[in-house]
T-cell receptor, first 116, second 113 residues
Framework: AQSVSQHNHHVILSEAASLELGCNYS??????LFWYVQYPGQHLQLLLK??????LVKGIKGFEAEFIKSKFSFNLRKPSVQWSDTAEYFC??????????????FGKGTKLSVKP | DTGVSQNPRHKITKRGQNVTFRCDPI?????LYWYRQTLGQGPEFLTY????????KSRLLSDRFSAERPKGSFSTLEIQRTEQGDSAMYLC???????????FGPGTRLTVL
């Protein structure tokens, strides 16, 4: 069965610090990869996605993620965080040609707190 | 485009009661998904529809749960004989293509007393 692991449960950073959130998935076939963000009191929003092509993808608000197939990883990065990045971040995967028929498998999430 | 909407936003019920939630997807989206999220966890897939057909159900969806999408537009999720373990946020999402981005609604938070 597919699974997604997010290694950090809660990350606390000061403004302007660099961010890297880890995400690993378990599935040997073709995958689509996503990072979603949930700001306090708001619904899940897509931050970025990878389907194919350049493994370094750029998303909204200065976020980027790198797909490393050999490591089954899709880590999220941002060079300099802001207080407004305080949110919960979820990594998700689907296997478009597998048995899941497109539903997303989510990690448990990483809560990011940015101190002003 | 008003996004995915869900009603009600909050529901408090007593154990043993039935509850029904509604999801209105983005209008041109033919795929609709239901997820459940509990504290400290990511969303977990429950079921999905392509148009009016329910194509997949998770093992999490016990026989007390039923979902419908009668005309391929809005969907309802009913939980019969609620249990305290059903307390969670129920999320609806929609997408246009099978592998496309899923757009999430605000969720319905269910509390079973």
């Amino acid at each position: 069965a597919q699974s997604v692991s997010q290694h950090n449960h809660h990350v606390i950073l000061s403004e302007a610090a660099s961010l890297e959130l880890g995400c690993n998935y378990s599935y040997g076939g073709t995958v689509n990869l996503f990072w979603y963000v949930q700001y306090p009191g708001q619904h899940l929003q897509l931050l970025l996605k990878y389907f194919s092509g350049d493994p370094l993808v750029k998303g909204i608000k200065g976020f980027e993620a790198e797909f490393i197939k050999s490591k089954f990883s899709f880590n999220l990065r941002k060079p300099s965080v802001q207080w407004s990045d305080t949110a919960e971040y979820f990594c998700a995967v689907n296997a478009p040609y597998g048995g899941s028929q497109g539903n997303l498998i989510f990690g448990k999430g990483t809560k990011l707190s940015v101190k002003p | 485009d008003t996004g995915v909407s869900q009603n009600p936003r909050h529901k408090i019920t007593k154990r043993g009661q039935n509850v029904t939630f509604r999801c209105d997807p983005i209008s041109e989206h033919n795929r609709l998904y239901w997820y459940r999220q509990t504290l400290g966890q990511g969303p977990e897939f429950l079921t999905y529809f392509q148009n009016e057909a329910q194509l997949e159900k998770s093992r999490l969806l016990s026989d007390r749960f039923s979902a419908e999408r009668p005309k391929g537009s809005f969907s309802t999720l009913e939980i019969q004989r609620t249990e305290q373990g059903d307390s969670a946020m129920y999320l609806c999402a929609s997408s246009f293509l099978r592998v496309d981005e899923q757009f999430f609604g605000p969720g319905t938070r269910l509390t079973v007393l």
